[in-house]
């Protein structure tokens, strides 16, 4: 069955770095286009980044913006994200997301706190 699982969550210190993987199954990966979400405690969740189908193409939320880098290997049928220079205000959990005929994996914790 179609199929997102995220992985990579964990506890890092302000200013450190994680990479976010997430596996895709039961699709054909490479037809599309893929977005990092995050939910912060208390919040609505919030689109980070978004990569094209070919990975040609991305784009990141501002607060984001210089620090995080989403990425794809299509023929792993992987979708990473890479965060560097991390704020407590990071925090949340991390979702991978197809964005058409809509799929959300069950999500990775991401702590930053000292």
């Known amino acids: 069955q179609v199929q997102l699982v995220e992985s990579g969550g964990g506890l890092v210190q302000p200013g450190g770095s994680l990479r976010l993987s997430c596996a895709a199954s039961?699709?054909?990966?490479?037809?599309?286009?893929m977005s990092w979400y995050r939910q912060a405690p208390g919040k609505e969740r919030e689109l980070v980044a978004t990569?094209?189908?070919?990975?040609?193409?991305?784009n990141y939320a501002d607060s984001v913006k210089g620090r995080f880098t989403i990425s794809r290997d299509n023929a792993k049928k992987m979708l990473y994200l890479q965060m560097n220079s991390l704020k407590p205000d990071d925090t949340a959990v991390y979702y991978c997301r197809r964005n058409v005929r809509e799929v959300w994996g069950q999500g990775t914790l991401v702590t930053v706190s000292s």
């Open positions: 039961g699709f054909t990966f490479s037809n599309y286009a």
């Open positions: 990569i094209s189908s070919t990975g040609g193409s991305t």
